[in-house]
């Protein structure tokens, strides 16, 4: 390992010091998260299948346009 190594481990800590913040903080403001249209949830009586679909496209857009953003400032 190196130092810059460990400077991702850091930025990684730090984004999900974040997430883990906004989370706690706004989760009643966030409760369309793994509802949305597009989103695969078969409930029935002792089973209970869920897949949300939508959600992990939307976030994996979200993360790729951070990225990018970080890779253009540094």
């Known amino acids: 390992m190196n130092a810059e190594t460990g400077k991702w ?3 990684a800590g730090a984004v999900l010091l974040v997430a883990g ?5 706004f989760h ?14 078969i409930e ?13 496209i ?3 857009v979200l993360v790729n ?3 990018k953003i970080i890779k253009r400032l540094m």
Do not use: A
């Not at 913040?21 to 903080?25: A, E, P, S, T």
């Open 65 to 67: 346009m951070l990225i």
């Open 28 to 41: 009643d403001k966030l409760h369309f998260i793994g509802r949305l249209p597009g989103d695969i949830r």
């Open 21 to 25: 913040v906004i989370i706690y903080f």
């Open 9 to 11: 481990i850091m930025l």
């Open 44 to 56: 029935k009586e002792n089973f209970r299948f869920y897949f949300p679909f939508t959600t992990m």
């Open 58 to 60: 939307l976030l994996s």
